[in-house]
């Protein structure tokens, strides 16, 4: 019978079984066949469709009323920056329409194929749109396929899709949509993946090499410009630099390596084809709202719990422990799966070092891909503390070159280089460990046995914690040893509170907040779950392990305030990168309002090395906050400097002419008010020694 599409993914697990169902695979295929359909042709203006398929006229026409509605239901004038409110008028509306226009094409199903398209254009509560709601056309395309009503799949992709995205691209401007996801994550223009996959498509074959002879052309804006009416993957690049101001590299980082480094576009179609199911289709955060319906069916089977979450979220009933249930109170871990460097795992290219070795003479630059820390190719970091003393990012212009002897002794300290994973020098051994999400055996283990500062992980978890992750500094003469750990940072989302009372941080609630807290189980039961005792933004006041190596009846290092300040115009200096490392300590999505992530950052030259661990958190529409500690060591001095710096203040209080910046923790930390600075100080004896 006919029924609208649900949610039927709500937990990890049931990614595994959608794997490996016969749906997935029928998806695969049909995905893999609009691929094959596009090879070597050019995109088909709406009005210049000139196949039989009514099915294709019909959405064409559709599509073009779809749009109309834009023009009946005006963004209003309101002070929000992005997320414009007039948006859901027009969701309702398409919404309203969407059963009658489903008639056309197949009476029976009209409920199901109406889900799949009006759930195509976006989220209406959050106001936002991603390659989730991307595949919900694609879903549609899919089921009319199904139901052999769309035969024409060269004349759904050529046409049909391309006029998708053009309603897509009108709707995310005027009404200012969000990336779903708040970063826009798993898609290569903050909302789209597909179009970049069928345009690499449009160039294969000898047809399509003849437009553009390989993936170098994205670099050529006025090929870019030329094409862009005839393929969608550059009217996709287009569009980037329509929104985005900016080089090339710095706000396309992966575009511009792929680019750069994929030979050809039979490649690069493979590649992105091989992304979109490994980024897309098999990652948690998007699955889980993908809809299923007879058309589309799930194959696996989910409790009473889980199936009346997933059709009333907005009033919970209890949902099985570890399932995702979207409250601020009771969030369990749910992880997805991690991919690595994309280029590595979905083309084959293996990136150049990200160190350059003592003694080469070769400089990593300083143009890197990413304005924050440091690049992904050993650029100079940029710091962001308060006060032009922290800009650690200066261009070429501004560093203060070393010197001829200064050069001389930075490319001559002896080191050791431990497999990609640390370095050993000037007494220090300096170690990182960067893998997959933890398991929930993994979990359960660290809840029953793991403490820090008196407390336990034994609260709703991050959706992607990192549990094994670190990043160790240990010193030979002293035996001190810091840590950066993911498991003791999570701990310290635990709230503690002065002899006054007070918090160690300010808190506050979502507005929805005392629903959740009145809401009841299966069973009738009213749900008590709010906690005192933790930060439910995952805000962690982790500054650092310290202890000495081995037993020490010492006590622990003591971390002494002074008021010494780290050498920035040191980090300044284009001295060589010997060891670079970017980690992630844990991840969430604050059940789809905003952002909360713990990452590190680390890079160790000749004569010093630093290291930043951030707290960063966005709650949209209400609240933004970095907790930042830097740990910075110059060889040959006999301390650790440690800064502890709290950056926040409401969202309503920034004045931005770009909202965007907001969603970039690195951008937006600048802007943030400071509300504590402090340095500390590690005594250590003489150093010296090499490794």
């Known amino acids: 019978g006919d029924e609208p599409p649900r949610k039927r993914i709500a937990r990890p697990m049931h990614v595994d079984a959608w794997r490996e169902s016969p749906t997935m695979r029928e998806l695969e295929a049909f995905v893999a066949g609009l691929g094959e359909a596009a090879e070597g042709s050019k995109t088909v203006a709406a009005g210049s469709y000139a196949g039989s398929c009514e099915a294709v006229r019909a959405a064409l ?51 199901e194929l109406a889900g799949y398209w009006w759930n195509s254009f976006g989220n209406r509560t959050r106001i936002d749109y991603g390659t989730g709601h991307e595949t919900s056309f694609v879903v549609w395309l899919f089921a009319l396929h199904k139901l052999d009503v769309l035969q024409d799949l060269a004349g759904a992709v050529l046409a049909v899709f391309p006029r998708y995205l053009d309603v897509c691209h009108r709707v995310q401007s005027v009404y200012r949509l969000e990336p779903a996801g708040s970063h826009g994550v798993w898609s290569l223009d903050d909302f789209h993946i597909l179009p970049f996959v069928f345009g690499a498509s449009q160039f294969c074959g000898s047809k399509g090499s003849g437009m553009a002879a390989s993936p170098k052309s994205l670099r050529r804006g006025e090929l870019v410009e030329a094409l862009a009416g005839s393929n969608m993957l550059m009217r996709s690049v287009q569009r980037i630099s329509e929104v985005k101001t900016g080089p090339f590299q710095e706000h396309s980082p992966l575009l511009c390596d792929l680019a750069a480094k994929v030979k050809s576009w039979k490649d690069l179609y493979r590649g992105l084809l091989k992304m979109y199911e490994g980024e897309v289709l098999l990652k948690f955060p998007v699955a889980q709202h993908f809809l299923f319906g007879p058309l589309f069916p799930h194959t696996w089977e989910l409790s009473a719990a889980e199936i009346e979450a997933l059709d009333h979220p907005e009033n919970p009933s209890g949902a099985a422990d570890g399932m995702v249930t979207k409250s601020p109170f009771a969030m369990a871990a749910a992880r997805a799966p991690t991919s690595g460097d994309p280029l590595a795992t979905y083309f084959g290219i293996t990136r150049r070092p990200l160190f350059a070795q003592a003694g080469s003479g070769a400089h990593p630059g300083l143009a890197g891909l990413h304005s924050g820390f440091g690049a992904a190719q050993g650029a100079a970091l940029r710091h962001t503390g308060a006060g032009p003393a922290h800009a650690l990012g200066a261009s070429s212009s501004s560093s203060s070159p070393a010197t001829g002897q200064e050069a001389a002794t930075t490319t001559k300290v002896p080191h050791e280089l431990l497999q990609g994973k640390g370095i050993k020098l000037q007494g220090w051994k300096i170690t990182t460990n960067k893998t997959r999400i933890s398991s929930e055996a993994e979990l359960d283990e660290a809840k029953e046995s793991h403490r820090f500062r008196g407390h336990a992980p034994d609260f709703p978890l991050p959706e992607m914690l990192f549990g094994q992750n670190f990043c160790r500094f240990e010193h030979a003469a002293s035996g001190l040893v810091i840590d950066l750990n993911a498991l003791d940072a999570v701990c310290c989302c635990k709230i503690e509170h002065d ?21 009841k189980d299966v069973n009738g039961t009213e749900i008590k779950e709010w906690r005192e005792d933790y930060d439910w933004t995952l805000t962690s006041t982790y500054n650092g392990t310290f202890k000495w190596a081995g037993k020490s009846e010492r006590g622990a290092p003591e971390l002494r305030a002074t008021d010494k300040k780290i050498n920035y115009e040191l980090l300044k200096r284009r001295d060589p990168i010997l060891f670079y490392e970017s980690l992630d300590l844990y991840e969430d999505d604050l059940f789809d309002f905003g952002e909360s992530k713990f990452s590190v950052k680390l890079r160790v030259m000749p004569l010093c090395f630093f290291a930043l661990a951030r707290c960063w958190l966005r709650v949209d529409g209400t609240y933004m906050r970095s907790f930042d500690t830097r740990i910075f060591h110059e060889f040959g001095t006999s301390q650790v400097l440690v800064e502890v710096s709290k950056k926040e203040c409401p969202i309503s209080d920034l004045r931005v002419s770009d909202p965007r910046l907001l969603m970039d923790a690195d951008k937006a930390e600048p802007l943030l008010p400071s509300t504590s600075l402090q340095t500390f100080e590690l005594a250590l004896p003489a150093s010296g020694s090499s490794a």
Do not use: C
């Not at 992005?82 to 197949?106: C, H, I, K, P, T």
């Not at 002899?499 to 807290?517: Q, S, V």
């Open 499 to 519: 002899a006054n009372g007070e918090p160690d941080r300010a808190m506050f609630k979502l507005p929805m907040a005392d629903k959740w807290a009145n809401r």
């Open 61 to 111: 026409e559709l599509l073009e009323r779809t749009e109309g509605l834009i023009d009946a239901h005006p963004p209003h004038r309101q002070s929000a920056r992005f997320g414009n409110v007039a948006y859901r008028g027009w969701l309702d509306a398409v919404r309203e329409a969407s059963e009658a226009e489903m008639a056309q094409f197949d009476d029976q199903h009209k409920q």
